[in-house]
């Protein structure tokens, strides 16, 4: 039967087959248009002979249906699985560009090789996309240049889960002794047919790295035999011989992943991606992509076929050890070689560079950018289109992240602050803090973030010297991506109206498409929809509302982050502390009755605690603005609980807990971050708990280092060393989430930099992060007390 029959029909009633793209030895794979959605898609077959196996089926619709469940933007998405009558098929996310194999050898044909970065920051994608897989119990099993592909952003997507297998399965899809994989990439284990586990990917990433940076792969042979006896036995070859100038920081990274002993190379794919983008820092200016405009000759790029990989026959040949069927071959335009970078116009305001501010490093985005953005990146449009065959994706929060550690804080007039030219902007007047005057040279080349805050008021001078510490210090060590980091300070008044002004006034005049604020819940929500609209990244550092992040209609907004927890996570953690660490049974719920701040946390409150097989006692709640609680206590005395849980602000706080004391009443109140105020009465709280994402008195190194820095740099009126409270934090946290993002994205282009940021793994003062599907971070909170007159650190509670 042709293997073209199926095109020009529909399938499903939804998916109206185009074209033929590629097939293996257990499926073909189609280009289609889903008739629902408008959208092209690509279509995965199982042949026919396969779906008569009821094991293989079974296995297909297993693997399928766990990794349909996974998302991430370094790995091809599952739309769909079905079947018509016995015929299997897979929905998956169609992928314009070329694989990675297909740019080694246009590199090889043009007499070059790839530039390292070019290299580092693809395999640093891959190490990310199969990480997250990884850490939801699946490995990839195949990773080889051919299964890489790089997308029309320059992305790279970690595709073909042909032969993967879910770990810890209880029966494996293969038999033991059974060796699947390529053999150019397969590990030392693999060949010797032990079960492999996540280190066996980490060597097939540092082959495909070898190959990528060398133009070959570390070991050839002319039979598949003599090819694995070198994966076992062979030493690797010298990279710096076949790419003069390979740092050897980068040298040391190949020759841990390509260690025999599993046990001796990277032990996680995070920790090699974490040491390729620290390699990646290190690079030299001059070591950048091709800056020739001029494209080089018509090549055709062949789409890669699904690789179908058991090995269980010998091997026709050494270098592709796969039975299966030729693809059929269906040339794309070749992909223009790399522009040179077009030279900015000045931007306003800018600074006086620092010593260490160099020409920015030429990367090419071949995306389209909002208008707004920076155009110092020419776009350019990889050629070719190749469907990809396998899919999985896998969506994971709970990785390790690599600490940034705080260095040796600058001093303040070495890193200048730019001036915002906003007719709206004000800057604070009555302050004593050391702020950094404004200068007035233009250097071309600066990243500005617009920072949102009510300046005149206490939390708003608290964000701004966090931000401007975790500035002051990046700029110290040569900005990010070469630039030159210059905060656009705003006076945002904590008011929807006056914040959406100013953050549009910035976005038009400015062109700023980086924005930290606002620190108030309702100014936030103004401001998300201008940016997340306008392709603007924001994150608020301490704004829990979760209107936010997300719509009305439940839709996240791609552009808009937080950095500090979410009411519903805080109404969690109290209600874990409340059973577990205070071991409570019951408990009492005082709110205001029109604040949605309050009301959320209450909610989540009581679900939690419930579910915890805890009792809600009872609920009381008053009008906003109400100063005698004499009824709410009344109820509350009758039902006798464990706890009051009060989400509220410090100068409610004082009123209940004062009239509590006064009818004796002496059981302990449990607050949300709002009770971390300087407004806080410490005596009549005397015994309460409130939860929060930061503690001064965190006994964590990280912390106390942040503390003794921030006290270094700013002073009271009296000389003394200021004590940053969670504000503070929050904002140096918010700032450096943003510049690691875009120095971890290797290019200033928000529509790239807000996918990195949302798979982020960060260690910063408030925690380690990672984000949530809603961009909410997953971290400890800090749960304090209030003793003897004093705020104290009580314990952390993980999530």
Request: proline share 8%; net charge negative.
């Amino acid at each position: 039967m042709p293997v073209d029959r199926w095109v020009g029909q529909i399938l499903g009633g939804r998916y109206q087959i185009e074209d033929l793209i590629g097939q293996g030895g257990m499926s073909s794979v189609y280009r289609a248009r889903d008739l629902n959605l408008r959208r092209t898609v690509a279509i995965k077959l199982i042949h026919p002979h396969l779906s008569d196996n009821e094991e293989f089926v079974r296995r297909f619709k297993s693997e399928a249906t766990s990794i349909a469940r996974l998302h991430h933007s370094n790995i091809v998405e599952v739309y769909d699985l079905s079947h018509e009558g016995d015929q299997y098929y897979m929905v998956l996310q169609y992928v314009e560009g070329e694989t990675l194999q297909s740019r080694i050898k246009r590199a090889n044909s043009a007499g070059r090789r790839l530039s390292i970065r070019e290299c580092l920051r693809c395999l640093r994608d891959v190490c990310k996309a199969a990480d997250y897989a990884h850490r939801n119990g699946m490995i990839h099993r195949d990773i080889k240049p051919a299964n890489i592909m790089l997308d029309a952003h320059g992305s790279a997507i970690l595709m073909d889960f042909g032969i993967a297998r879910i770990l810890g399965e209880q029966q494996h899809h293969t038999a033991t002794g059974v060796v699947l994989g390529t053999a150019l990439y397969m590990s030392p284990e693999q060949i010797q047919g032990l079960h492999p586990d996540a280190r066996s990917d980490i060597y097939s990433i540092g082959v495909t790295l070898f190959e990528a940076l060398g133009g070959q792969p570390p070991f050839e042979a002319d039979s598949a035999m003599t090819l694995m006896h070198k994966h076992l036995y062979d030493p690797v070859p010298d990279l710096g011989q076949l790419h003069p100038g390979i740092p050897e920081k980068v040298r040391a990274i190949v020759n841990r992943a390509l260690e025999k002993d599993p046990t001796r190379r990277f032990q996680t794919c995070a920790e090699m991606a974490a040491a390729l983008g620290d390699a990646l820092k290190y690079l030299p200016p001059e070591e950048s992509m091709p800056t020739s405009a001029t494209p080089p000759a018509p090549q055709a790029v062949q789409p890669t076929p699904p690789a179908e990989t058991r090995i269980e026959t010998p091997p026709v040949k050494a270098t592709d050890t796969i039975i299966e069927t030729p693809p059929i071959e269906k040339a794309t335009p070749p992909a223009p070689a790399e522009p040179a970078p077009v030279v900015p116009a000045p931007l306003v305001p800018a600074v006086e560079p620092s010593p260490a501010t160099q020409e920015p490093i030429p990367t090419v985005v071949s995306e389209s950018v909002p208008t707004h953005a920076r155009r110092r990146w020419l776009p350019w449009v990889m050629g070719g289109v190749v469907l990809v065959a396998f899919a999985v994706g896998a969506y994971f929060f709970f990785q390790l992240g690599r600490l940034v550690s705080a260095p040796p804080t600058p001093t303040p007039t070495q890193t200048p602050t730019a001036t915002a030219t906003l007719q709206t902007a004000v800057q604070p007047t009555a302050t004593v803090r050391v702020v950094v005057p404004p200068v007035t040279a233009v250097p071309r080349d600066v990243l500005k973030i617009a920072v949102l805050a009510p300046l005149s008021q206490p939390a708003g001078v608290m964000t701004r010297d966090g931000v401007q510490m975790a500035i002051d210090e990046w700029n110290a060590r040569g900005g990010v991506l070469n630039m030159n980091i210059v905060p656009i300070l705003l006076d945002s008044q904590c008011e929807p109206g006056p914040a959406a002004e100013v953050a549009t006034q910035a976005i038009d005049q400015e062109e700023v498409h980086y924005i930290i604020g606002e620190v108030c819940s309702t100014a936030s929500v103004a401001v998300s929809g201008i940016a997340n609209d306008r392709g603007v990244i924001m994150i608020t550092p301490s704004s829990t509302n979760s209107f936010v992040t997300v719509t009305e209609n439940g839709k996240v907004k791609p552009y808009i982050f937080r950095a500090c927890f979410s009411d519903p996570f805080q109404g969690r953690v109290a209600a874990k502390f409340a059973i577990e660490n205070l071991k409570l049974k019951s408990a009492f719920i005082i709110m205001d009755e029109n604040k949605s701040y309050g009301i959320s946390l209450a909610e989540v409150f009581e679900q939690s605690f419930t579910l915890m097989s805890g009792q809600i006692a009872g609920k009381a709640t008053y009008p906003t603005g109400e100063t005698d609680f004499s009824a709410a206590l009344a109820k509350l005395v009758k039902v006798k609980p464990d706890l009051v849980y009060l989400p509220d602000d410090a100068q409610v706080a004082n009123l209940v807990i004062q009239q509590a004391r006064e009818k004796g009443i002496t059981l302990p109140f449990l607050g949300s971050n709002t009770w971390n105020s300087p407004d806080l009465d410490k005596n009549v709280a005397n015994g309460s708990f409130f939860t929060g994402d930061f503690s001064a008195a965190d006994p964590r190194p990280e912390v106390q280092g942040f503390v003794e820095a921030f006290g270094a740099r700013y002073k009271d009126e009296n000389g003394k060393a200021v004590v940053p409270d969670q504000m503070a934090a929050l904002g140096y946290d918010a700032a450096n989430l943003l510049l690691q993002s875009i120095s971890e994205t290797g290019v200033d282009a928000a529509v790239r930099v807000k996918d990195t940021l949302a798979h982020i793994q960060f260690q910063g003062v408030t925690g380690q992060l990672t984000f949530d599907l809603e961009h909410n971070p997953i971290k400890s909170a800090v749960i304090m007390t209030i003793r003897d007159g004093q705020i104290v650190f009580e314990t952390l509670v993980n999530p």
